[in-house]
């Protein structure tokens, strides 16, 4: 599984790797302001899921949060591991918290998406 | 929240800050949702220590000759349980029996009572305790912004009192003393909101960061961890003690909500209690019935389903660390459904089937030790 600084992010906080065959999470940033992740449900393979459109649900404790798809695509494979162990989307959430995967519809899409730094800097700026 | 509003901060905000507590505006305060996390703040308190800032609790204190008749007047409880050095938990009512807050009113001395109220309606309470005084012989006193309040919570917690406060340990549950505390007057009672044996401090401003260092040094052994309002929520939850505001307000009798055991309609008048005799004999048409989940995470306003049909909506619900499923209350019509009944909870847009069960949903240490709330 990736590392942080080899995968691209969106506006709402998920990843994504790159390839014909992409991998879907929340970033590190997303797990701690969540907090204690203690259900997770997933899309199912075969589904259709078009971009910035919500596809899962994580809830900690506190609240649920929508997961938006980064792009659109059809999924070929869900992490039943998560749903089992929702606390993997804290403990790592770009290695065993990775949620699912996708065969994006069109590649342009995932381009657009920031990269490491970009991210960092988006942070930043949200924060204030 | 108001934006117009400032925050309050507590006395501890500072310290709060130092050690990681992640700081949201509640009603108003500025106040720690959680530190580690709520998970392990949870099992602390569960199973070892914990600490909370509790300074937005309110303290108003009734005096005078009449101390006693007023606190009757308006409470379901029987004063006369609230014997010098205890405390009593119970509901403050309105003419029509709804519930103007829920509290804990300790009895110093025959003349002299410090009642514990909820935050947002300290202001409130105050009002109302003075509008039923007329004509009577006492002084009330709003106190909230004199004081600041630790709540330390867990079965830990007795031995760390050991040494510190050793008349504390004497105390029973709902036990308070009046003790000088690095030279500051403090009231030290074996309360709390976790369903775990344990303290809450009210101590002035000018000592509290002191005393919550001193807490945490004397918890070290102990493993007492730092707790914000969110684990708060999820021990109180599981313990079924009501949230004023989310699980019972101005609209809602102390029937309804199923505390029924802090009325005492044999203690003579009192407000409301014409309804409340009269719910009594007949019942309530709804009642805040607590229920397990089997799979999801119910929030508050999740509508409830009996036999396909909606039956209620949850006032409180989360997931319970300790259970590892979710659980909730919520008023449902019918008020009388057996636990074991099969339910349904709208999660999502999505029907999550759930159970009636029977509150506390889980038995703390407190528990052990007379009445749990």
Not at chain 2, 274 to 281: E, F, H, M, S
Not at chain 2, 326 to 346: F, H, N, Q, S
């Amino acid at each position: 599984m990736p590392k942080p600084e080899e995968v691209k992010y969106t506006k709402t906080h998920e990843w994504i790797s790159a390839g014909a065959e992409v991998a879907v999470g929340i970033s590190d940033h997303a797990q701690h302001e969540m907090g204690d992740v203690v259900f997770v449900e997933l899309p199912k393979v075969g589904q259709k899921l078009e971009k910035e459109k919500p596809c899962a649900v994580v809830e900690s404790v506190k609240s649920a949060f929508d997961i938006y798809s980064p792009v659109s695509g059809e999924v070929t494979a869900v992490n039943d591991a998560v749903t089992g162990e929702p606390a993997l989307l804290n403990q790592a959430p770009l290695e065993g918290g990775w949620m699912f995967k996708l065969k994006p519809s069109n590649p342009a899409e995932a381009e657009a998406l920031m990269n490491w730094t970009a991210y960092q800097e988006f942070i930043k700026q949200s924060a204030h | 929240m108001s934006t117009t509003m400032t925050i309050r901060r507590t006395a501890l905000n500072e310290t709060m800050r130092k050690y990681g507590g992640k700081m949201v505006d509640f009603h108003g305060w500025e106040m720690a949702i959680q530190f580690a996390g709520i998970l392990k703040e949870h099992e602390a308190v569960r199973k070892s220590a914990g600490i909370f800032d509790v300074s937005h609790m309110g303290q108003v204190f009734v005096t005078g000759a009449d101390a006693f008749k007023l606190l009757q007047k308006i409470n379901t409880n029987d004063l006369r349980k609230a014997t010098p050095g205890k405390g009593v938990y119970s509901h403050v009512t309105n003419e029509n029996a709804g519930l103007v807050d829920d509290i804990i009113a300790f009895c110093l001395a025959p003349d002299r009572y410090l009642v514990i109220v909820n935050a947002t309606t300290s202001t409130k309470d105050y009002e109302w305790f003075k509008s039923q005084a007329v004509k009577m012989h006492v002084k009330v006193e709003n106190r909230s912004d004199d004081f600041s309040m630790i709540a330390v919570q867990g079965p830990n917690v007795p031995k760390m009192f050991e040494k510190f406060a050793p008349e504390a340990l004497k105390l029973p549950r709902f036990g308070i003393v009046e003790k000088d505390l690095l030279g500051e007057h403090c009231y030290v009672s074996r309360t709390g909101y976790t369903g775990e044996d344990g303290f809450e401090v009210t101590a002035p401003h000018s000592i509290i960061n002191q005393l919550w260092e001193q807490m945490m040094e004397l918890g070290k052994p102990y493993g007492i961890v730092p707790c914000g309002l969110g684990a708060r929520d999820t021990l109180r939850l599981e313990s079924g003690y009501l949230l004023y505001g989310q699980d019972v307000d101005d609209f809602h009798t102390t029937y309804e909500t199923g505390y029924g055991w802090v009325v005492a309609l044999d203690k003579g008048d009192f407000n409301g209690r014409k309804i409340l005799v009269d719910q009594k004999a007949n019942g309530v048409k709804r009642r805040l019935t607590g229920l397990t989940l089997t799979g999801g995470v119910p929030r508050s306003g999740c509508k409830i389903f009996l036999d396909g049909k909606q039956v209620g909506e949850l006032a409180s619900a989360t997931y319970s660390p300790t259970l590892k499923k979710g659980i909730g209350v919520g008023y449902i019509v019918p008020p009388d459904l057996k636990p074991g009944t099969p339910l349904e909870v709208e999660i999502h847009g999505r029907r999550v089937k759930a159970e009636v069960t029977k509150v506390p949903f889980h038995k703390g240490t407190a528990f052990n030790k007379g009445i749990g709330a």
